[in-house]
């Protein structure tokens, strides 16, 4: 169940470019989804990783607008999730993604990382990026 200022605060996103005014259960769904598959292998393209990143990105903007009870709600959630795709992934600063998506700032660290499992489409482009 989503809060006024949870409300407002995806209105205020989606002003500001995001394509619509997503929920944080929405954009921690996507979040949860994606690692999932990162943990069995993601094989869809680079760009639809990069894609699915960007469910990430969002949760990192709201959590500056949202209320404290918002942001108390779903903390733990999110930070288990984050755990996960540490676990899932392999630091590589971003070099093999890079060739494929701008890299942004060094505190959206989820970019600097690329699946530790690679296979399918973006496994063969993030190996012939350097990937190991």
């Known amino acids: 169940m989503s809060s006024g200022n949870e409300a407002a605060v995806g209105e205020r996103l989606h002003r500001h ?3 619509k005014a997503f929920t944080v259960e929405e954009m921690v769904e996507n979040w949860a989804r994606l690692i999932g598959t990162v943990e069995r292998g993601y094989e869809d ?3 639809e990783y990069a894609n699915d990143l960007y469910s990430r990105n969002w949760l990192h903007e709201a959590w500056l607008l949202l209320d404290d009870r918002t942001v108390l709600i779903w903390t733990a959630r999110i930070k288990e999730l984050d755990r996960r795709f540490r676990a ?4 590589d600063d971003g070099l093999a993604l890079g ?3 701008r890299i942004p700032p060094p505190e959206l660290w989820w970019w600097r990382r690329h699946p530790r499992v690679l296979v399918g489409d973006l496994g063969r482009s993030l190996r012939s990026a350097g990937a190991v």
């Open 17 to 19: 470019g995001w394509r």
């Open 99 to 101: 060739w494929y998506h």
């Open 45 to 47: 393209t680079a760009e």
């Open 88 to 91: 899932a992934t392999v630091d």
